[in-house]
């Protein structure tokens, strides 16, 4: 992923999950948290309840020209004043790139005593991972007080995220993969769900490094 973001909640960090480093140091196809350090094991994978999706439009100078952040105020008309380049990226007049972002406001529960805040952004070859993911969370479903079966909001199952290597004629990387590992348990919904309302009401800044207008309908998923 071509993205490394520093999320911040009033005065504390919000720890990020860069997959920007899947095939770079620190061991290829771990993940890596900018903020802790931490690196995790990518066959083991991390438990993550997602709690808001977004998608972003994000301007960056190119890595061959520096790199840096420049501007998330973009929607996806912003794609229209691009051309492509040789390796499909999109190109501004101005020469800086337009990376396409998927990204997740998450918990992550591997001990679930002690969920961590986090966000986990996907662009370049990691966007259809997130497309199949956010099928999973539409179609997911749970069954209300009356026993029926409903659509379920996006916090109500954990996924167990891992790492996979991928490959096709020009060359192989590190992607991700989710599994559904089991329903959340309550007490870790009802965080998720004071999470998910910090996050959409604005009390959540994200402060973009190196290395967003929301919501593309199709992709809507419950909550």
């Given amino acids: 992923m ?16 860069d997959t920007d480093l899947l095939s770079e140091g620190t061991g290829q196809g771990m993940l890596f948290n900018t903020v802790t350090n931490e690196v995790y094991d990518g066959d083991e994978g991390v438990l ?11 301007e960056w100078v190119p890595r061959t020209q520096g790199g840096g952040f420049v501007s998330s105020d973009h929607d996806a008309s912003i794609l229209e004043k691009c051309s492509r380049n040789d390796k499909k990226e ?10 396409e972002t998927a990204q997740y406001f998450s918990l992550i529960v591997n001990d679930e005593a002690e969920p961590e805040q986090v966000l986990l952004s996907f662009a370049s070859s990691q966007l259809g991972f997130s497309r199949r993911w956010n099928s999973m969370l539409r179609t997911a479903r749970v069954k209300n ?3 029926t079966s409903v659509l379920a909001p996006i916090f109500s199952y954990i996924y167990r995220v891992r790492t996979v290597e991928q490959s096709n004629d020009l060359g192989s990387w590190y992607g991700v993969t989710a599994e559904r590992e089991k329903p959340t348990p309550i007490e870790l919904a009802r965080l998720s769900l004071d999470f998910m309302k910090a996050a959409k009401g604005g009390s959540i800044v994200v402060k973009q490094e190196s290395g967003a207008d929301a919501g593309d309908d199709s992709e809507e998923i419950p909550f």
């Fill in 90 to 99: 999109y190109i501004l007049d101005n020469g800086n790139e337009i990376k």
């Fill in 145 to 147: 007080a009356e026993g």
């Fill in 2 to 17: 071509a993205n490394k973001q520093v999320a911040e909640k009033k005065d504390s960090e919000v720890a990020v999950y």
């Fill in 48 to 58: 993550v309840i997602p709690c808001v999706y977004s998608k972003q439009w994000i």
